[in-house]
T-cell receptor, first 112, second 114 residues
Framework: DAKTTQPTSMDCAEGRAANLPCNHSTISGNEYVYWYRQIHSQGPQYIIHGLKNNETNEMASLIITEDRKSSTLILPHATLRDTAVYYCIVRPPLYNFNKFYFGSGTKLNVKP | EAQVTQNPRYLITVTGKKLTVTCSQNMNHEYMSWYRQDPGLGLRQIYYSMNVEVTDKGDVPEGYKVSRKEKRNFPLILESPSPNQTSLYFC?????????????FGPGTRLTVT
């Protein structure tokens, strides 16, 4: 199963774009990349996912490199409420769906 | 409002006293799952269920039981809780295999076993 590597923490100024990187060099061709976030001790919240094309929704954009070995989650205008732990997850193949690893994530600190 | 609810939200109990944490979702989701979260260990899956009467172990199932008699409910049972089960527990649901990655999480249950 593909694992992910993320920086432990990052800082971002309020109003600026937050770019959160994720390395998933062992990803296989049929595995999706998912991003979740967890604000304090609340339940994790789904943000976005993609396979190989860039994706955008009302919360964020996801940029996946052409070789799919890494991706970047972009919060275009970070606010203080975006302070959270962000998890990059590679979704396993359907036959191995129980192994949904959240990993350690990146603690994003949005500062005024 | 579409949501996953858990009860209780906070629970302090003693070693060996059986307890149940309930989880319910109102989205008609097929897939439900339980996680525990501990400092330094992240979120780890305990059990999951693909549908009614279909359950299977996750990564840390020891000391836990689950049942799925109805689609909306997925209770987590600790027959004889021990202090190492002190943790923050989350229930999650998902529309099914096609939407498996988009899990909706409950608010969490903070359990303390003394």
């Amino acid at each position: 199963d593909a694992k992910t590597t993320q920086p432990t923490s990052m800082d971002c100024a309020e109003g600026r774009a937050a770019n959160l990187p994720c390395n998933h060099s062992t990803i296989s061709g049929n595995e999706y990349v998912y991003w979740y976030r967890q604000i304090h001790s609340q339940g994790p919240q789904y943000i976005i996912h993609g396979l190989k094309n860039n994706e955008t929704n009302e919360m964020a954009s996801l940029i996946i490199t052409e070789d799919r070995k890494s991706s970047t989650l972009i919060l275009p205008h970070a606010t203080l409420r975006d302070t959270a732990v962000y998890y990059c997850i590679v979704r396993p193949p359907l036959y191995n769906f129980n192994k949904f690893y959240f990993g350690s994530g990146t603690k994003l600190n949005v500062k005024p | 409002e579409a949501q996953v609810t858990q009860n209780p939200r906070y629970l302090i109990t003693v070693t060996g006293k059986k307890l149940t944490v309930t989880c319910s979702q109102n989205m008609n989701h097929e897939y439900m799952s339980w996680y525990r979260q501990d400092p330094g260990l992240g979120l780890r899956q305990i059990y999951y269920s693909m549908n009614v009467e279909v359950t299977d172990k996750g990564d840390v199932p020891e000391g836990y039981k689950v049942s799925r008699k109805e689609k909306r409910n997925f209770p987590l049972i600790l027959e004889s809780p021990s202090p190492n089960q002190t943790s923050l527990y989350f229930c999650a649901s998902s529309p099914g295999l096609a939407g498996l990655g988009e899990q909706y999480f409950g608010p969490g249950t903070r359990l303390t076993v003394t």
